[in-house]
T-cell receptor, first 115, second 112 residues
């Protein structure tokens, strides 16, 4: 049973380009969460999605960032017009039931570097 | 306040010793306190978690101590091993919330 799959593992983008990060949750999990980890810091919540719905996007920057979790396919975190400050590790987690009480399962992350 | 403060930032312990990492919070609505372990290049993995109705939870060499009145909780790793070298994060959540608030992390090194 594969865990949470994130790709790519590493992504380099020039300033002004778009970054697309993909996350396939564990089988049977319909709840997806995105977190961002800046160097030497803890993880910060960005957004929580269920299939075709954004439930909580309180941690998402107001501009340039968007997320989706379509009926078919992986969840996508999209960053438009990337800037150097977007360089971070982006982690996706999934759960069978909503919330962390049953234990999130995190993917290995996508390391985004903006040059 | 939706913050969890973690200390120390880094910790070096000899093999066989006890590693202790502390966290403090302000929001009394928090009702779930997990610890995560992260190895380089990997995502965080749930290690152990506690609810505020108990003061201690033990799983193998890992123990969470919880002090509700002081709003503090800590992770104790007994008989620390080199394989325990990793970054540890405390976190907290509250009823109805779908997200975790993480501490800043502690980089633990166990010397052989």
């Amino acid at each position: 049973n594969a865990g949470v799959m994130q790709n790519p593992r590493h992504l380099v983008r020039r300033r002004g380009q778009e970054a697309r990060l993909r996350c396939s949750p564990m089988k049977g999990h319909s709840h997806v969460y995105w977190y961002r980890q800046l160097p030497e810091e803890g993880l910060k919540f960005m957004v929580y999605l269920q299939k075709e719905n954004i439930i909580d996007e309180s941690g998402m920057p107001k501009e340039r960032f968007s997320a989706e979790f379509p009926k078919e396919g992986p969840s996508i975190l999209r960053i438009q017009q990337v800037v150097r400050g977007d360089s971070a590790a982006y982690f996706c987690a999934s759960s069978r039931t909503g919330g962390p009480y049953g234990g999130y399962t995190f993917g290995s992350g996508t390391r985004l570097t903006v040059v | 306040q939706q913050q969890v403060k973690q200390s120390p930032q880094s910790l070096i312990v000899q093999k066989g010793g006890i590693s202790i990492i502390n966290c403090a919070y302000e929001n009394t609505a928090f009702d779930y306190f997990p610890w995560y372990q992260q190895f380089p290049g990997k995502g965080p993995a749930l290690l152990i978690a506690i609810r505020p109705d108990v003061s201690e939870k033990k799983e193998g060499r890992f123990t969470i101590s919880f002090n509700k009145s002081a709003k503090q909780f800590s992770l104790h790793i007994m008989d620390s091993q080199p394989g325990d070298s990793a970054t540890y994060f405390c976190a907290a959540s509250w009823g109805g919330a779908q997200k975790l608030v993480f501490g800043q992390g502690t980089r633990l090194t166990i010397n052989p």
